[in-house]
């Protein structure tokens, strides 16, 4: 199936072909359809399966010819637990409304940064991405205003129960105006996403879908014994020898972090840390480098990790290892997406041989183990 055949724009069409996208990922198929015709959705798909096209695309065709005039008025409010994946959603809907004759402004909202320019930047905006925390500052600021929402998306709704949002989402939903679209993404269907779906849709179109078990075949994995004070100095040799670029290498501590990629700058590789401890700016302006290829290596933390979604990432390090085995697949699934081969490479040194063989096991895969004592490095 084509994305000609689900109802989108020639405009759109044509904006697709020239991001690389032929095929349509299957929760597109199904829902850009039921979205275009205004139904409510639930739908449950892991990340990288391609559940914000799914959605920013029939939005954006939906809007046009009815887009809100009233200044601080929004036509659309996306939910998101993480500025990252803000900012990744503002970027799409920024991206295929460009190609767009009618003029649409998206706007991304998230704390940790100063509230004054986003208060500014709500001026004339139809489609607000925002954090919840951050969206009623603004709300209480009389910054914006929800009475005219048309549509309302939530997206990764289990990470933003899991995040305690629930208290802020309820006091968000009370604001809105009955007569909406509703749309719930999440990764799993738990008893917190059966409440809220049983709260806000209406008749909702369900649509599940599974997990590929198969996808870890475009991963090649590989894992080498190698003691602690030795990482360092094997990472290095990989990345030079190899004359690997793009490479995204995971850490279990800010502190971490950013001493890899301290050590990596001193040895010629240019390389960051990306954490919470670091500024907004700072964040956007690594993750912007890194995409573009202008930096080599981007060192991450996990929670920070959520938000970076590249579609054709190469390489994944784990440097150290994840403490649970959900976050190992996490982890090495930022690569070998888009049906694009990736490689993912782990350390493990003696004191995790057995969480490693624990994490192999849960996978269901052997990984490729190579011992680091008889290479020359």
């Known amino acids: 199936m084509s994305f000609t055949s689900l109802g989108l724009s020639p405009v759109l069409i044509k904006a697709l072909a020239n991001q690389n996208y032929t095929q349509p990922y299957p929760i597109q198929i199904e829902a850009i359809p039921a979205i275009l015709k205004r139904k409510d959705l639930l739908g449950i798909a892991q990340t990288g399966s391609g559940k914000t096209a799914s959605y920013v695309l029939p939005i954006l065709m939906n809007l046009q010819g009815h887009v809100i005039t009233k200044n601080r008025h929004v036509n659309v409010l996306v939910l998101v637990p993480t500025r990252e994946l803000a900012m990744q959603v503002c970027d799409v809907f920024k991206l295929f409304s460009s190609v767009l004759p009618e003029r649409i402004k ?26 919840p925390g951050r969206l009623l500052e603004l709300v209480d600021s009389k910054a914006v205003h929800l009475s005219e929402i048309e549509t309302l998306v939530l997206d990764e709704a289990d990470k933003m129960l899991n995040l305690g949002f629930k208290e802020e989402m309820t006091r968000i ?10 749309l719930l993404f999440s990764a799993t269907l738990n008893e917190d996403i ?16 599974e997990e590929e078990k198969d996808n ?12 602690e004070e030795k990482k360092g100095p094997l990472l290095r ?17 800010v502190y971490k972090a950013d001493n890899v990629a301290d050590k990596l700058r001193k040895n010629g590789i240019k390389a960051s840390a990306i954490h919470s401890k670091k500024s907004q700016g700072a ?14 290596v981007l060192v991450a933390t996990d929670l920070i990790s959520r938000g970076i979604d590249i ?12 403490r649970s085995p959900k976050d190992y697949i996490h982890r090495i699934g930022r690569t070998g997406r888009a049906e694009s081969p990736g490689e993912a490479i782990s350390f493990v040194s003696p004191e995790d041989e057995h969480h490693f063989k624990i994490i192999q096991k849960k996978m269901g895969k052997p990984v490729t183990m190579i011992d680091s004592e008889k290479m020359d490095f």
Do not use: W
Not at 237 to 253: M, P
Not at 283 to 296: D, H, I, T, V
Not at 311 to 322: C, K, S
């Open 216 to 227: 870890f075949d475009l991963i090649q994995q590989l894992a080498y014994f190698v003691s």
């Open 237 to 253: 040799h990989l990345i030079k020898e190899n004359d690997l670029k793009q490479v995204l290498v995971f850490t279990s501590s």
């Open 173 to 182: 939903f009370a604001l809105l105006p009955k007569k909406r679209q509703n």
């Open 194 to 209: 059966t409440a809220i779906n049983q709260f806000i849709l209406r008749d909702p179109l369900v649509i599940k879908i």
């Open 106 to 131: 998206t706007v991304a909202v998230f704390g940790g940064v100063s509230i004054n320019p986003q208060m500014i930047g709500l001026q004339g905006v139809n489609v607000l991405v925002a954090t």
């Open 311 to 322: 579609q054709f990432l190469p390489y994944v390090i784990n440097y150290e290892l994840p």
């Open 283 to 296: 964040r956007n302006e690594a993750l912007s480098q890194f995409k573009e290829g202008e930096l080599r």
